[in-house]
């Protein structure tokens, strides 16, 4: 099938780019990568009236560290997180982020998508599995959004309502979205299973693990796909902090209470609820036990 017929405009700074929004409503759609609104167009799920191509927008591209963040402008590719860590520069000294990052990016579809998709638009688009949505929620990201009243930002953990529902109004658009730097002897890890190359997670894990003098400090764990939206498995975060890495199955048992307590599957043709449950335990415990042998490198 074919677009229905729409309107074009292809601003070229933010300000014109949320007039138009503005003039339009919910009647238009950003078009950043493209990887998923030009789908949606064609199968005439998504019909926009206006179709506001941000690609010209000068400055979007960019990405820099400040504040203790790294600032993901809008039109930054997912292709840009590929070895990331590899790349540091003075501009871009993002550590145990950066090495989340690369590990995550290469799970999202295949290298043509990566080279146009955007970080602001997996975010806009808020599929349940989608790697960069988990990651925003696991790290208390923030969605930086601007509209005709000016900028506002949302922290991930009210950001993302539902399957394709967010916080974000439709005459707003996301001009970045900020991630907290993570403290250098911070490990991470990232786990997913998918039932091909390339496809859509079934369910994945993102962990952050701090350890002092033998104690766990802080352990973050976000998940996709076991929800209607991602989450953060706060229950399982809770049965870290004050342990030993050491004790015995700590990190299985994690992976237990994160698939019992914070994930909330819903069924689905090819994957019942008890399944899910059971890929969330090996998955989190899994990406715990990894996160704990990268902080480990991380110290050396
Ligand atoms: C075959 C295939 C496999 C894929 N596999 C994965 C995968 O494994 N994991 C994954 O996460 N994704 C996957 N994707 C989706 C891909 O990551 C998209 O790039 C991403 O979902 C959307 O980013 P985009 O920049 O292409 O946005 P677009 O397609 O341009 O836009 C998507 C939606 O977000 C809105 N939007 C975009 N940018 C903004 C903005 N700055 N402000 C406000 N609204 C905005 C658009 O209006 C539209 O509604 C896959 C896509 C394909 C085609």
Redesign the pocket.
């Known amino acids: 099938m074919k677009p229905a017929a729409f309107d074009y405009v292809a601003p070229g700074t933010v300000d014109e780019a949320v007039a138009a929004l503005a003039g339009a409503g919910e009647r238009?759609?950003?078009?950043?990568?493209?990887?998923?609104?030009?789908?949606?167009m064609h199968y005439r799920r998504?019909r926009?009236d206006l179709?506001?191509d941000?690609n010209g927008v000068r400055g979007?591209d960019r990405l820099r560290v400040d504040g203790g963040a790294l600032h993901v402008g809008?039109?930054v590719?997912?292709e840009a997180f590929d070895a990331f860590d590899a790349f540091e520069s003075p501009l871009v000294a993002p550590g145990p982020l950066g090495r989340l990052l690369s590990l995550v990016v290469v799970?999202?579809?295949?290298p043509p998508?990566?080279a146009?998709?955007?970080?602001?638009?997996?975010?806009?688009?808020?599929?349940p599995?989608?790697?960069?949505?988990a990651v925003a929620v696991t790290l208390d990201a923030d969605v930086e959004?601007r509209g005709p009243g000016g900028t506002r930002t949302v922290g991930a953990g009210d950001y993302f309502h539902g399957p394709?529902r967010t916080a974000?109004l439709p005459q707003?658009?996301?001009?970045a979205v900020r991630l907290p730097l993570l403290d250098d002897v911070t490990g991470v890890a990232f786990a997913e299973h998918?039932r091909t190359h390339?496809?859509?997670?079934q369910l994945a894990a993102v962990v952050t693990l701090t350890v002092l003098d033998g104690v766990i400090t802080e352990a973050r764990v976000g998940l996709a796909n076991a929800a209607d939206r991602p989450v953060r498995a706060h229950a399982a975060e809770r049965s870290l902090v004050g342990s030993s890495p050491l004790d015995d199955d700590l990190f299985g048992r994690a992976g237990r209470i994160a698939a019992e307590h914070d994930a909330d599957p819903v069924a689905r043709p090819y994957a019942d609820v008890e399944y899910q449950r059971q890929v969330v335990t090996v998955l989190v415990g899994r990406a715990l036990r990894q996160a704990y042998a990268d902080h480990g490198g991380a110290r050396r």
């Open positions: 238009a759609s950003i078009l950043a990568g493209g990887q998923s609104l030009i789908l949606e998504a926009p179709v506001v941000i979007l809008a039109l590719r997912h799970n999202i579809a295949h998508i990566r146009l998709g955007t970080m602001a638009g997996s975010l806009a688009w808020a599929h599995a989608a790697e960069w949505c959004l394709h974000r707003e658009m996301i001009t998918r390339a496809s859509f997670a």
